[in-house]
């Protein structure tokens, strides 16, 4: 037992001295920890436990913490929003040398979707269903934090949402389970590695759950499903992340069955780490624990005490657990146990993450200059900020525009350099973001000229406009000549490009809209401009579905180009004069009309289903005054060339429950030019337990075809992939007849049946 001691002794020296920590393995971690903790005070193991915000990047109310003070009286386990690496740098210097246990510090942010280098926003990423072009972005993201001192990023998100009217559906993937756990996956593989490595850095799923569907789509709002909808529809892309490693969990605003995520047993511990086997640790989102107060559950101490014991183990901004857990543990609402196991959870976090051999891992001045926002990371986001977008109309081939002759470029967003770049990018440096304007006229050179003019501001409200232009500006012009001027430039032009739509303020957090159409003052201008009689391309900036009913109609040609990132306006340019074919497809339906609201791909047929397009007939589940229908579906968008599917066919009309079905069928790229098709495979099934889904995604590919190429595209199918969650919860297959769906979206697909058995 002695020898032992002084084993761990020897060891846990040699960690904080500087020199290496032990091999990665669970049973050397667990040595070393326990060593460490043996040594720990019950006021710094609760210090492990508080998680303040540093301040200089503002993500809710802003809390004045002497983050410094806080290190030296180790009353922290890490921090979040400091931007500046020697800031960072000095301030894990201090916990390393001016501390009696010499802990590193878990460093946050919320980088997600780029730190400088900034790629489109997470729901165009999804878009590209491009899970290798998600996996760079979040490699590229990882290194330049890392060089910047942050080990820890508060991505990737992953709420399911069906709500355009929730700002946040910006920050995840979109509608589907499927493709919402495959996104999830590739961003902690790109995020984490082995998390050793000095680029690597601790991914958090969030928000942990269900937060996308909060009622109305209003933030912050209450949340109620049962169980079978969570286990099919809401839970898969956060076990998806699960399963592929990730180091922390982020507890949700809302509350689940009541209760709010941050002190939800079940929720935390029986599924999480019971059912999920999840090994890492649970912060809170900003303030959760204080708001259970406003949630009406509990006071400070209390809801600290029942967030602990519920599985939460670091407590961000409240300080909930730093002020009150001692007092907890003295009238026994808590128990040691709860407080050591939380610690040694982010501990363990610490000693994976390689903290205790090296502190700063990559953080580094010098590195940072070198790598952040480099050359080659641009280049990466600019080839795939170009395969989010998605191309929604092209009539008469209007896109792509040729150099040549005179091109009108209007609308709010044309001049929006720093603008474009989309919500929650609170790292990045909006100064060095090319605008559109500028990106056109370099791609044109002298043979084509671009006129411009603003032609609107976002909003007819001056104050409105200054909210959604937010801090980085886009100027109110107060101009009586905005419009008139823009229609001069479209008249003297072979045709218009309107860059309008959301600005990157006008989604992401706290940014719920009842109106999804465009805003008046822009679609005003889209109207003038139609007016002239020449062509209008529109370049639709949003970070959520926005209703484009008049738009489609109108129109000549429309291409979302989201909130692009850093690199939007080259990106752009690329797409808009064809160096680039654009291959995005929606990974969230455009609705026809907020009344339609909640509008999914993958909803259950009802027992009064329309039969094809019979509309408004009564006792049918329908509306009086709109389809049922969505304007672009689910799975949807265009490409320069056109694609032709052939007859799909499968091996057998049966699958026995331990073999494989497959389906193929032959894809040909018909049209002018090379171009990539994202080919799609939906299943129903069509009697179960429990009602299921008229389509579900269950598979799909990426493929290149050159001009004129054609290819066999076959997909397998085995007994996993017919499962789901029954009525008890259980995993089940249940046998019986299938339909099996493929086509380039989820609306346009051919049909075979075949039985399981
Ligand atoms: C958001 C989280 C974010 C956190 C820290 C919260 O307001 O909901 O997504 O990670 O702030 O900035």
Redesign the pocket.
């Known amino acids: 037992m002695k020898i032992i001691n002084v084993f761990l002794a020897a060891v846990g020296l040699m960690a904080l001295a500087g020199c290496s920590a032990p091999a990665s393995d669970d049973a050397e971690m667990d040595r070393f920890v326990t060593d460490l903790m043996g040594r720990m005070s019950l006021r710094q193991k609760i210090g492990q436990l508080n998680l303040p915000t540093g301040g200089d990047m503002v993500?809710?109310s802003v809390q004045s913490t002497d983050l410094a003070n806080l290190i030296r009286n180790e009353q922290i386990g890490g921090f979040?929003?400091v931007r500046d690496v020697e800031k960072i740098h000095e301030l894990q210097r201090i916990a390393i040398e001016e501390t009696e246990l010499k802990i590193p510090l878990l460093v946050g942010a919320?980088v997600i979707h780029g730190f400088e280098t900034i790629f489109p926003i997470p729901l165009a990423l999804s878009c590209s269903w491009d899970t290798a072009a998600v996996e760079t972005a979040a490699r590229i993201a990882a290194v330049e934090s890392s060089v910047n001192g942050i080990n820890w990023t508060?991505s990737p998100?992953v709420d399911i949402c069906r709500d355009p009217r929730w700002g946040r559906i910006a920050e995840g993937n979109g509608e589907d389970p499927y493709l919402g756990g495959v996104m999830a996956a590739a961003y902690v593989r790109g995020y984490q590695g082995d998390l050793s490595g000095k680029d690597n850095i601790l991914a958090c799923v969030?928000?942990f759950a269900l937060y996308g569907a909060s009622e109305a789509g209003r933030d912050y709002n209450t949340v109620d499903m049962s169980r079978v909808r969570m286990y099919n529809e809401y839970l898969p892309p956060y076990k998806a992340a699960v399963e592929a490693g990730v180091g922390s969990v982020?507890s949700s605003?809302n509350v689940i069955d009541g209760i709010p995520a941050t002190a939800h047993k079940w929720l935390l511990t029986d599924l999480l780490r019971d059912q999920w086997g999840f090994k890492g640790f649970v912060v809170t989102?900003?303030e959760s624990i204080h708001e259970m107060t406003f949630h009406g559950v509990a006071e400070l101490k209390e809801a600290a005490a029942r967030a602990l014991a519920a599985g939460t183990d670091m407590d961000?901004v409240s300080e909930g657990f730093l002020k009150t857990l001692e007092a907890s543990l003295a009238d026994g609402s808590v128990s040691e146990q709860m407080i050591d196991r939380s610690c040694r959870r982010i501990l363990e976090a610490k000693y994976k993450l390689g903290l205790f051999s090296d502190p700063y891992k990559n953080c580094n001045p010098e590195l940072a200059a070198k790598l952040t926002f480099s050359k080659d990371n641009r280049a990466q986001a600019r080839r795939i900020a170009a395969e989010t977008f998605v191309l929604l109309k092209n009539q008469d081939n209007t896109l792509p525009l040729k150099k040549k002759g005179k091109i009108a470029l209007v609308g709010p967003m044309a001049d929006a350099g720093g603008n474009m770049c989309g919500c929650w990018t609170p790292t990045c440096k909006p100064e060095n973001h090319k605008s559109l304007l500028q990106a056109m006229r370099q791609a044109v050179g002298n043979d084509a000229e671009i006129l411009y003019a603003p032609g609107s501001n976002l909003y007819y409200d001056p104050k409105q406009h200054e909210v959604a232009a937010g801090w980085r500006k886009i100027e109110y012009r107060s101009d009586k000549n905005l419009l008139s001027q823009a229609i001069a430039a479209a008249r003297s032009a072979d045709v218009i490009v309107a860059a309008c739509g959301e600005s990157a303020e006008m989604a992401g957090?706290s940014v719920s809209r009842t109106n999804l159409e465009m805003p008046d003052a822009q679609k005003d201008l889209l109207k003038a401009l139609v007016a002239t009689g020449k062509p209008v391309v529109l370049l639709l900036f949003s970070g959520r579905p926005v209703i484009l009913n008049w738009e489609s109609e109108n129109l000549t040609a429309i291409l979302n180009v989201w909130q692009g990132g850093s690199e939007a306006g080259d990106a752009i340019a690329d797409v808009v004069f064809g160096f680039v074919n654009p291959s995005g497809k929606l990974t969230t339906t455009f609705p026809r009309s907020v009344g339609q609201i909640p509008l999914y791909y993958n909803h259950m047929n009802t027992g009064r289903p329309i039969s094809g397009n019979d509309y408004f007939v009564q006792y049918r589940s329908n509306y009086l005054d709109e389809s049922n229908e969505p304007l672009y579906p689910f799975g949807f968008g265009l490409s320069y060339t056109t694609f032709s599917y052939g007859e799909l066919a499968l091996s057998s009309d049966t699958m026995p429950k331990d073999g494989s079905i497959t389906a193929s069928v032959k894809v040909a790229n018909t049209g002018d030019c090379d171009g990539t098709e994202i080919v799609q495979l939906y299943i129903r099934d069509k009697m179960a337990s429990i009602t299921r889904p008229v389509k579900e995604l269950k598979k799909y590919q990426r493929i290149t075809l050159r001009k004129g190429e054609s290819c066999n595209v076959e997909f397998t199918l085995t007994a996993n992939d017919l499962k789901f969650y029954d009525a008890d919860l259980n995993f089940v297959f249940e046998p019986g007849e299938f339909e099996l769906m493929i086509g380039p979206d989820s609306k346009n697909v051919s049909t075979q049946t075949f039985k399981a058995e």
């Open positions: 993500t809710g979040f929003n919320d508060f998100m969030k928000h982020m605003f989102d900003y961000m957090e």
